[in-house]
């Protein structure tokens, strides 16, 4: 047994139809049993039919049944797998920066002379650096200590005076003081309050001769930080715990820690798997993921992120709004094979229907049994379709409302990614900003103008290889002279150094008040970004002893490419596009060429569906809101919203299919001259003939295209004439109608006509879409065919008014077609071909 039909017992609308479809087999094991029993004579040629439409819908239950446990399983995997891999996934960037972060640090000048001094000399320097570090940490927020020790764990230097510590124990120290890059280790330490687990990032400080004088750790505020993932990733409307595991299945972190603490041992399933699991006396559906990695690094080995939900609340119908989708087309090619087989066991279930009340009305005496019988059997077949057709709707919803998840989590995603991305940039060109090189080349410089460029160039250089999410850094001074770039303008464009900044820069730069303000420049293009639409983040660089403004430095943000790498990262292998736009709606940056950067996006709300090149797409628009003060105590809004459209299938113009409207014969008050017609589609089109003129509806299976030359020739069939066989022409209604478009793949009917002279025999066949029923009318409802109908004219014989057995009520008008003229067309062009 599959997992999925293990947890049917928890999934209501599964049970529901579940039992719907077992009630209907039941019923037509009834149909067949009586059939047999009250006019076996005349029930003989549809007993076939009833065993096998029996079988065949008993077979369909199963796999509806089946299907339907599936797709709900399917989307509460979807939905606690998002959950999961958006924690790991955002947890691991960011902790990615951290890993770029203390190497940088590491490198920081007066870091390393504080380290590299005698001891006698770092006691004078030691306040001025805790507040160099203070600064850094004010604008790094991710960080609530930082340390600087011997290699031998020492305390050199450390922000958070509440903790007593002289000498560090943590083996971070030893492995740092020899490794050649960052060190990172989780773990209970000594550098952290009560010694409690710490993440830490640790990396060697190295003098001018390139020894390791050193040790700075940063120690993560990964308690706050995954509360504000939980926040972002959990909808407060669903029932899901998210934890982070370790290597050992110990719970990291938790987003109720009330109900799975921290240390607690889970026991997950495979990865990305759905597995059943028991917790604290409960029984849990989790699915856990790791990381897909950021830049080739996958976060402190072992770590995972496992969503939960109890087993009692899992399926509970998250898709009520879905249900004005039901018509909508799906790209799934599992329901499309469902959909294919219920379209043929209803087109053959009609069809013998429709050619047993053509057999019952030429069976004077055993009409009204036979009739009976059919009647049951259309009702049956009505009520099946209904059932299956609510279960497959069911299908629908559940897998239009996962798309439809999955384009919000996505959009969430990016926003939160992007959100996070914009964080660092307002980090960086404020810190940058406190370096005492840039400092120093604004406040005095050396007297040589050229020799401070190179010094600016030789710096921004170094830091840009480092960051390479930017296109340039730009140093100028007060007067917006360009002093350092650390990559001078492309090819064919003036160079920038010793060239002007636009004023507004410089104005900007005069406004920011104190180091931990910044701003950033509209996203267009400038001479600093070589033409191409970028952000620029600013801040102001000061000097002397009065602290005052010298200058700024600009980062040009390398904004199309990363934030197209962005959606990209997002997006993967989904079917479908994002974007970028700005808060006017226009387009930044898309990964699709429908969407090209400039173009204003139409304002459709989130959860909408709409078109685009022949599909339906589902989707999702999200603001960004910030993260931690960028955006949120800065003052600072750009704007900008994500926006997502998964794709759910083709466009398909027809919404409805004409066997599923019920029509009835009006009333009449001369019974005794009713007529029998027998109606059938083609297209949109609703069409007749006199039952007396057709022996019989059949498949297309067999019909061979042979249209000798004839444009609305389908091609020949053979069919049976009493004890043999005899091929007829069969002519292609659509072509004769002027029915252009394409039919759907369970269209296509073969009528056999019979003549006046002798109506048992088979002498024509007519290609239609689909048999509708076999009416009684009256006289009164055949109404003249109106003039005007140009070259169709000469093929109707009149119009035949019926009811429609729709809530409304209401009348539709069939064409009844001229046999007659049909043949006249064709049989002078079949003989002589």
Not at 103 to 112: I, S
Not at 225 to 250: C, H, K, M, W
Not at 313 to 325: C, L, P, Q
Not at 628 to 645: L, P
Request: hydrophobic share 40%; glycine share 10%.
């Amino acid at each position: 047994m599959s997992l999925a039909d293990e947890l049917i017992p928890y999934m209501r609308r599964v049970q529901a139809a579940e039992r719907d479809l077992r009630d209907l087999n039941l019923l037509w094991q009834m149909i067949e049993a009586s059939s047999a029993i009250s006019c076996p004579e005349e029930a003989e040629s549809i007993l076939p039919m009833l065993t096998q439409t029996r079988v065949r819908f008993a077979s369909l239950q199963k796999r509806l049944v089946s299907q339907l446990a599936g797709e709900c399983v399917a989307e509460l995997r979807d939905e606690l797998a998002a959950s999961a891999q958006c924690t790991i996934d955002i947890l691991v960037r960011n902790l990615f920066e951290r890993t770029a972060d203390v190497g940088f640090l590491a490198t920081d000048g007066p870091v390393c002379a504080f380290c590299a001094a005698p001891a006698d000399v770092r006691a004078g320097l030691r306040g001025e650096l805790e507040r160099r570090l203070g600064e850094y940490r004010d604008k790094y927020t991710v960080y609530d200590d930082i340390l600087l020790l011997s290699p031998r764990g020492e305390l050199l230097a450390r922000l958070d005076s509440s903790q007593p510590l002289s000498h560090s124990h943590d083996e971070i120290v030893g492995q740092a003081a020899v490794a050649r890059g960052y060190v990172e280790r989780f773990g209970a330490s000594d550098l952290a309050p009560d010694g409690q687990p710490a993440l830490l990032y640790g990396h060697a400080v190295h003098d001018a001769a390139g020894h390791c004088c050193g040790v700075l750790v940063l120690r993560f505020r990964s308690h706050d930080e995954l509360i504000r993932i939980f926040d972002s990733v959990v909808q407060p409307t669903r029932n899901v715990a998210v934890v982070l595991l370790d290597a050992g299945d110990r719970v990291i972190a938790s987003n109720d820690p009330a109900h799975i603490p921290v240390a607690a041992r889970l026991h997950p399933a495979a990865d990305g798997q759905v597995g059943l699991t028991s917790f604290g006396g409960r029984e849990y559906l989790s699915v856990t993921r790791a990381t897909h990695g950021y830049q080739g690094y996958t976060g402190p080995k072992g770590w995972r992120a496992q969503a939960m939900t109890s087993v009692l609340t899992a399926f509970r119908d998250r898709n009520g709004d879905a249900e004005r989708f039901d018509a909508l087309p799906l790209g799934n090619e599992d329901l499309a094979r469902i959909q294919h087989e219920v379209d043929a066991i209803n087109g053959d279930l009609r069809r013998v229907v429709w050619n047993g009340r053509l057999a019952a009305g030429t069976r004077d005496g055993e009409q009204a049994r036979l009739k009976a019988v059919l009647r049951q059997i259309n009702e049956a077949g009505s009520r099946t379709r209904e059932s299956v057709a609510l279960a497959i709707r069911n299908l629908y919803r559940s897998a239009i409302g996962r798309i439809g998840h999955q384009s919000g989590d996505l959009a969430r995603l990016a926003a939160d990614i992007l959100d996070r991305n914009l964080y660092e940039r307002a980090n960086d060109c404020r810190w940058w900003a406190l370096s005492p090189v840039l400092e120093q080349a604004l406040a005095e410089g050396s007297g040589d103008e050229v020799a401070d460029a190179e010094t600016l160039q030789h710096v921004l250089a170094h830091i840009n290889s480092l960051y390479t999410v930017y296109a340039r850094l730009v140093v100028f001074d007060t007067q917006g002279c360009v002093r350092g770039v650390s990559r001078e303008a492309a090819d064919g464009l003036p160079p920038l150094t010793g060239s002007r900044v636009e004023p507004a820069l410089t104005q900007l730069v005069a406004t920011l008040g104190d180091g931990q303000r910044y701003a950033v420049t509209p996203y267009a293009a400038s001479a600093l970004s070589d033409g191409v639409p970028a952000w620029c983040y600013v801040a102001a660089v000061r000097g002397g002893p009065q602290r005052r403004t010298v200058g700024g430095i600009a980062i040009v943000f390398n904004t199309e490419r990363e934030l197209r790498a962005m959606l990209d990262d997002v997006l993967g292998d989904s079917a479908g596009m994002a974007a970028f736009v700005d808060a006017q709606g226009r387009v930044m940056v898309s990964t699709t060429e429908a969407w090209p950067a400039g173009q204003l996006l139409a304002q459709r709300e989130h959860g909408a569906v709409f078109e685009q090149d022949g599909a339906q797409y589902t989707l999702a628009r999200v603001g960004t809101h910030g993260y931690r003060e960028f955006k949120q105590h800065d003052g600072y809004e750009h704007g900008v919203q994500v926006v997502v459209a998964l794709r759910l299938g083709p466009v398909e113009r027809r919404r409805g299919q004409q066997h599923e409207v019920n029509l009835q014969a009006l009333p009449t008050t001369r019974r005794s001259e009713q007529r029998e017609y027998a109606l059938f589609s083609v297209g949109a089109g609703r069409f007749a003939l006199p039952a007396g003129l057709l022996i019989e509806a059949r498949p297309r299976t067999g019909l061979v295209n042979a249209r000798m030359g004839m444009a609305d020739m389908a091609g020949l069939l053979e069919v049976p004439d009493q004890r043999s066989s005899r091929v007829v022409p069969v002519l292609n209604m659509r072509a004769m109608l002027g029915v252009h478009y394409a039919p759907r793949a369970a269209d296509g009917v073969v009528l056999v006509l019979g003549t006046h002279a002798q109506p048992g025999r088979p002498s024509l066949g007519l290609l239609v879409d689909d048999v509708s029923a076999v009416l009684d009318i009256g006289p009164e409802h055949l109404q003249p065919v109106p003039p005007g109908m140009g070259m169709r004219s000469t093929l109707l014989g009149g119009l035949l008014r019926l009811g429609c057995g729709q809530a409304d009520g209401g009348e539709v008008l069939v064409q009844l077609l001229n046999a007659e003229a049909l043949g006249a067309m064709v049989l002078p062009d079949l003989a002589a071909a």
